[in-house]
């Protein structure tokens, strides 16, 4: 269009007067010149704009700022912006927490604290330190303490401490008292219910095969308002070398003289009378299997298997039931007694027939037993060891919160005090281990 214009313009002169020929060249000439200037303007405004849109970032300038503020670093950034940022703080990704490598222990022993020690492993295996793996076999005490021997354990059970013989089998071993539990006197007698009275002789001569029927004259005195049957009595004991016969000997020694002097005290003894099962719940078994039967089972046995039991007499004369509670009121008995250390002898230490008028008489510590150096164990590792010790310091902690709902009697504030001695003086290769 432009052209066309230019054209028009340059050539309509020709049809006119020679006169005006030159004016109009001139004029022409002047037009033309100032088109093509106007076009050369117009498209270097139109590629200016296109440069700037191109590149929207601006070349940085120096401040004029006669003052400046920030003192310029000695290498400046490579891309500058036109606002400054905070330098940024840098956050250390956290390394994952490592899995802790599986870990099994093993032990063997007493069934007197079973019920317990199958509940604590269950919870500390499950919620407390599930890479852990605790195998207990209630194989009774004298099981234990010959697994201790042959050292196929990393602990050992037993309701009786070790006496001088087992010390010497057992070299450095450690007591570490678990809990305390009851020993009831278990029964079964068609119509007869749960409380029947006996004394500590009259169990200790129906044991002993003097007293041969539930209608002797020995029991019906003591058991006036009830009618009991002339039926012979089947006494029910333990086959295996056990501590709740231990405990349950050593009530009967002191309560009977000629049970003393002709029996005595012991995990395993000559029983006059009588047949055997193997542990607390083969006794309770065949107890609650055979009618006109009596046994002596532990308390959560008792308890688990609804078992009628009897009403013994204490040393106040009082007829107590056996209970949390009253094997707990004899369990503080002991609160302000002067006890071994843990590498002590604990053969003298008895809470039988507790002074207090509430209180269960037939009643006693367990112990976990360890060796105090671990490394005499073949299988023993640094990571086994720190379980073990991790373990036993949870038995006798939180592991406590357990016992009431299982009959067991928690442990007096003392007790627990020289366990915590007994389990930091545990070493591997002479070296303490961590208890959490």
Same mark, same amino acid.
């Given at each position: 269009?432009?052209?066309?214009?230019?054209?028009?313009? /340059?050539?309509?002169?020709?049809?006119?007067?020679?006169?005006?020929?030159?004016?109009?060249?001139?004029?022409?000439?002047?037009? &033309?010149?100032?088109?093509?200037?106007?076009?050369?303007?117009?498209?270097?405004?139109? !590629?200016?704009?296109?440069? =700037? *849109?191109?590149?929207?970032?601006?070349? +940085?300038?120096?401040?004029?700022?006669?003052?400046?503020?920030?003192?310029?670093?000695?290498?400046?950034?490579?891309?500058?912006?036109?606002? %400054?940022?905070?330098?940024?703080?840098?956050?250390?990704?956290?390394?994952?927490?490592?899995?802790?490598?599986?870990?099994?222990?093993?032990?063997?022993? %007493?069934?007197?604290?079973? +019920?317990?020690?199958?509940?604590?492993?269950?919870?500390?295996?499950?919620?407390?330190?599930?890479?852990?793996?605790?195998?207990?076999?209630?194989?009774?005490?004298?099981?234990?303490?010959?697994?201790?021997?042959?050292?196929?354990?990393?602990?050992?059970?037993?309701?009786?401490?070790?006496?001088?013989?087992?010390? %010497?089998?057992?070299?450095?071993?450690?007591?570490?008292?678990?809990?305390?539990?009851?020993? @009831?006197?278990?029964?079964?007698?068609?119509?007869?219910?749960?409380?029947?009275?006996?004394?500590?002789?009259?169990?200790?001569? &129906?044991?002993?095969?003097?007293?041969?029927?539930?209608?002797? *004259?020995?029991?019906?005195?003591?058991?006036?308002?009830?009618?009991?049957?002339?039926?012979?009595?089947?006494?029910?004991?333990?086959?295996?070398?056990?501590?709740?016969?231990?405990?349950?000997?050593?009530? #009967?020694?002191?309560?009977?003289?000629?049970?003393?002097?002709?029996?005595?005290?012991?995990?395993?003894?000559?029983?006059?009378?009588?047949?055997?099962?193997?542990?607390?719940?083969?006794?309770?078994?065949?107890?609650?299997?055979?009618?006109?039967? &009596?046994?002596?089972?532990?308390?959560?046995?008792?308890?688990?298997?609804?078992?009628?039991?009897?009403?013994?007499?204490?040393? $106040?004369?009082?007829? /107590?039931? +056996?209970?949390?509670?009253? @094997?707990?009121?004899?369990?503080?008995?002991?609160?302000?007694?002067?006890?071994?250390?843990?590498?002590?002898?604990?053969?003298?230490? !008895?809470?039988? !027939?507790?002074?207090?008028?509430? $209180?269960?008489?037939?009643?006693?510590?367990?112990?976990?037993?360890?060796?105090?150096? #671990?490394?005499? #164990?073949?299988?023993?590792?640094?990571?086994?060891?720190?379980?073990?010790?991790?373990?036993?310091?949870?038995?006798?902690?939180?592991?406590?919160?357990?016992? +009431?709902?299982?009959?067991?009697?928690?442990?007096?504030?003392?007790?627990?005090?020289?366990?915590? =001695? @007994?389990?930091?003086?545990?070493?591997?290769?002479?070296? @303490?281990?961590?208890?959490?």
């Amino acid at each position: 269009m432009l052209g066309e214009y230019i054209t028009l313009f /340059i050539y309509k002169p020709q049809n006119e007067g020679k006169k005006t020929n030159k004016t109009y060249t001139i004029l022409s000439i002047a037009t &033309i010149v100032i088109v093509i200037a106007a076009v050369f303007s117009y498209m270097y405004i139109v !590629n200016s704009s296109s440069v =700037t *849109q191109l590149t929207p970032t601006p070349t +940085p300038t120096a401040s004029t700022n006669p003052n400046p503020t920030a003192t310029p670093t000695s290498s400046p950034t490579s891309t500058p912006t036109s606002t %400054a940022s905070p330098t940024p703080t840098l956050t250390a990704t956290p390394s994952p927490t490592p899995t802790p490598s599986p870990v099994s222990l093993t032990g063997a022993g %007493a069934t007197f604290p079973y +019920p317990l020690l199958s509940a604590m492993i269950t919870n500390y295996t499950t919620s407390v330190k599930p890479n852990v793996q605790v195998n207990y076999q209630s194989i009774g005490s004298g099981g234990g303490i010959s697994a201790m021997q042959a050292k196929t354990v990393d602990f050992g059970a037993s309701d009786a401490p070790l006496s001088a013989t087992d010390q %010497a089998n057992v070299p450095n071993a450690l007591h570490i008292p678990e809990t305390i539990g009851a020993v @009831t006197i278990a029964y079964n007698l068609p119509g007869v219910q749960t409380g029947i009275h006996l004394t500590g002789k009259v169990i200790a001569d &129906i044991f002993q095969g003097t007293v041969t029927m539930w209608n002797d *004259q020995e029991i019906q005195s003591l058991n006036t308002n009830v009618t009991l049957p002339a039926k012979s009595i089947l006494v029910v004991h333990r086959s295996d070398s056990s501590g709740t016969t231990f405990i349950f000997t050593g009530y #009967l020694s002191a309560s009977s003289t000629a049970w003393n002097s002709s029996i005595g005290q012991g995990k395993s003894v000559s029983w006059p009378v009588g047949i055997g099962s193997n542990g607390n719940t083969g006794v309770a078994s065949v107890v609650q299997g055979q009618p006109y039967a &009596i046994g002596y089972v532990e308390l959560a046995y008792a308890l688990q298997n609804s078992m009628t039991v009897a009403a013994v007499q204490n040393p $106040a004369g009082n007829w /107590i039931l +056996p209970s949390l509670a009253s @094997t707990t009121v004899a369990a503080q008995s002991i609160a302000s007694a002067g006890l071994p250390a843990g590498n002590a002898s604990w053969t003298s230490v !008895n809470i039988l !027939n507790a002074p207090e008028p509430n $209180a269960y008489p037939i009643v006693s510590f367990t112990y976990l037993l360890v060796y105090k150096e #671990l490394n005499v #164990l073949p299988d023993m590792t640094q990571d086994k060891a720190t379980a073990l010790v991790q373990f036993l310091w949870y038995v006798v902690h939180d592991g406590q919160n357990l016992s +009431p709902g299982l009959a067991y009697a928690q442990l007096p504030p003392n007790v627990v005090q020289i366990d915590e =001695t @007994t389990i930091k003086s545990i070493t591997f290769n002479g070296q @303490t281990l961590p208890t959490t």
